[in-house]
Nanobody
Framework: QVQLVESGGGLVQAGGSLRLSCTAA????????MGWFRQAPGKEREFVAS????????YYADSVKGRFTISRDNAKNTAYLQMNSLKPEDTATYYC?????????????WGQGTQVTVSS
């Protein structure tokens, strides 16, 4: 498994931007697909975005498409989520996850989460 630590969350006004980082420990990061998920209070965890090990393939939830961008730097063992045009409904705890089996596999390594709060 990969050990993951998220950072970059915080409080931002609607329309603002944040960039989340997910730093991995371990040798499997560069071979793992990475994903971002979020969970708002009282709601189930939902998929936000994912990226293949090479960075060549990305997927986004419809709710964030055009506003969020997922990327990765394998040399730094870090994945990113650039969030622009933030809305109050983006408020949630954001988690990064890794899948050593690739984009079609199970995300089975998770970080502890970072809180994002968007004020109206």
């Amino acid at each position: 498994q990969v050990q993951l630590v998220e950072s970059g969350g915080g409080l931002v006004q609607a329309g603002g931007s944040l960039r989340l980082s997910c730093t991995a420990a371990g040798r499997t990061f560069s071979r793992s697909a990475m994903g971002w998920f979020r969970q708002a209070p009282g709601k189930e965890r939902e998929f936000v975005a994912s990226i293949s090990w090479s960075g060549g393939t990305t997927y986004y939830a419809d709710s964030v498409k055009g506003r969020f961008t997922i990327s990765r730097d394998n040399a730094k063992n870090t994945a990113y989520l650039q969030m622009n045009s933030l809305k109050p409904e983006d408020t949630a705890t954001y988690y990064c996850a890794a899948s050593v089996a690739g984009m079609g596999g199970t995300f089975n390594s998770w970080g502890q989460g970072t809180q994002v709060t968007v004020s109206s």
